[in-house]
């Protein structure tokens, strides 16, 4: 049978663009101090080599001064570059500062801003909460639906998992080498010997659960712990990790 031209052209297709979710990390500069700058990221670095060897970063620029000059940009970028960490973009800036990022091979990454909520008539609410009283709210009962991605198989090293505005759950163990990550809350019911991130979109109340501790980063909206700071009598206990206040918690369950 001859094969049609359109079916002819589809089967020598070699590439396929498909839309992806990946978890960026983001360094933002909160003063025009490069020499400072590189001293605590290089902090940052020490504390977790592994984390941060060729790991793609996006600079957050919003808060530095216009004053501060493009070509001072490139050469932080370039010292950047030296600490093994691949700059790939910037946020924020004036439009020379993002010029002189076009030019240092950086893309020029947008800003997500949530949506505007609707104005509201304070009239009209108080005429509808006189016509029509609240409900008393049930504290035992939630009516808010949380989404889930369940993995059952042991996540290997090297693997990356993300559940995407949902809670995590891995059944088995994460090994070493390995990074789960969520939006939400993550729960592992094995060994987490590898890296755990909850809340990355900022949710600052989100928790880790795991039943045996072991591992080697663990991160609740950007604030974490690597292993050296983790006290040795929570290593292989059951426990939780939370936010209090900008402080990291993990206490055994």
């Not at 359109?6 to 990390?25: D, M, R, Y």
């Not at 893309?107 to 006189?130: I, M, N, Q, Y």
Request: hydrophobic letters at 40%.
């Amino acid at each position: 049978m001859p094969v049609k031209p359109n079916e002819q052209l589809k089967s020598t297709h070699v590439i396929e663009l498909k839309a992806g979710a990946f978890t960026l990390p983001v360094l933002r500069l909160l003063k025009n101090q490069p020499e400072g700058i590189l001293r605590e990221l290089q902090e940052k670095v020490d504390q977790a080599p592994g984390m941060f060897q060729n790991a793609p970063l996006a600079l957050d620029i919003s808060s530095l001064p216009n004053d501060v000059q493009p070509s001072d940009l490139s050469a932080l970028v370039k010292q950047i570059a030296s600490m093994g960490i691949k700059p790939i973009g910037v946020r924020g800036g004036t439009a020379d500062q993002q010029r002189s990022a076009r030019h240092a091979g950086l893309a020029v990454l947008s800003e997500s801003r949530p949506e505007p909520k609707p104005a509201v008539d304070l009239e009209t609410v108080k005429a509808t909460a006189v016509e029509q009283p609240a409900a008393t709210p049930s504290p035992s009962v939630s009516t808010e639906a949380v989404a889930s991605r369940l993995v059952a198989l042991p996540v290997r090293s090297g693997q990356r998992i993300y559940a995407r505005d949902a809670d995590l759950i891995i059944l088995s163990t994460v090994s070493a080498g390995a990074e789960i990550m969520a939006d939400g809350n993550i729960h592992v019911y094995g060994t987490l010997r590898g890296r755990a991130l909850a809340g990355v979109k900022g949710n600052l109340k989100t928790r880790i659960f795991c039943s045996d501790l072991q591992a080697e980063l663990v991160s609740i909206s950007g604030q974490y712990q690597v292993s050296d700071g983790i006290d040795n009598a929570l290593s292989g206990k059951p426990v939780q990790i939370y936010l209090s206040g900008e402080s990291l918690v993990i206490e055994e369950l």
